[in-house]
Each structure stands twice: as C-alpha cells, then as structure tokens.
C-alpha cells in the first residue's frame, strides 16, 4: 500500500501563495490516482483537485478554478497542489488522498489511502 505524505501548509496573507506537496511512501506513486481534499472546523472534507495516473486529467472544484493548479512527477514520486490568490475561506487541513486505479474520483469515500493533513491558514 501507499502512504501519502502531505507538506508546505502555513499561514499566509489573503492574495499570496502556497505549494503543497505530497510524497508517497511505499508503493510507487504513478499507480494511483490522487486527490486533495480539504476539511474546515465544523464542515466536511471537500474535493479541492485531482489528478489521474498520468497527470494528463485534472478536476477542481469551481471554488479553486483559477486559483489552483494540481500536477505529479511521477519520477518524484510526489504531486503538488499550487495554490494562488489565496482567500481566508481557504482555510483548511488539506489532505493528500490516493485511490487505486488510474481514474480520480471526486468523493472522499472512493479514496483509499489518506495522509495526516496540513493545516492551511490564511489571514484577512
């Protein structure tokens, strides 16, 4: 199995930026698809992007559209979430979640292996 492995969450300015990254331990990465997901106090975890075994397809959720890149180095064993334009209602523990198989999904239930989340905190 993979375990996930998110970094790069921290406090940052409304408008400014933050890269997330998520290495993968274990197995290789190129196997799985791989989704971000995000989790505010008091709300449930929510798609933000993801990204299929290659790279080629991406989803975002329509409030990151713009905003969000996700991409993966399969060589790195590592997938990235940019994050520009940040607003406070980005506010969130950010989870890295992989799914077995090649196709992403955008539900937390279809996803099978979670790392322990990195907290993202954008102030107004």
């Known amino acids: 199995q993979v375990q996930p492995v998110e970094s790069g969450g921290g406090l940052v300015q409304a408008g400014g930026s933050l890269r997330l990254s998520c290495a993968a331990h274990?197995?290789?990465?190129?196997?799985?698809?791989v989704g971000w997901f995000r989790q505010a106090p008091g709300k449930e975890r929510d798609i933000v992007a993801a990204i299929n075994w290659s790279g080629d397809r991406q989803y975002y959720a329509d409030s990151v559209k713009g905003r969000f890149t996700i991409s993966r180095d399969n060589a790195e064993n590592t997938v990235y979430l940019q994050m520009n334009t940040l607003k406070p209602e980005d506010t969130a523990v950010y989870y890295c979640?992989?799914?077995?198989?090649?196709?992403?999904?955008?539900?937390?239930?279809?996803?099978?292996?979670w790392g322990q989340g990195t907290q993202v905190t954008v102030s107004s």
């Open positions: 979640a992989a799914r077995s198989g090649m196709v992403f999904a955008t539900t937390a239930r279809n996803y099978d292996y």
């Open positions: 274990g197995r290789i990465f190129s196997s799985y698809a």
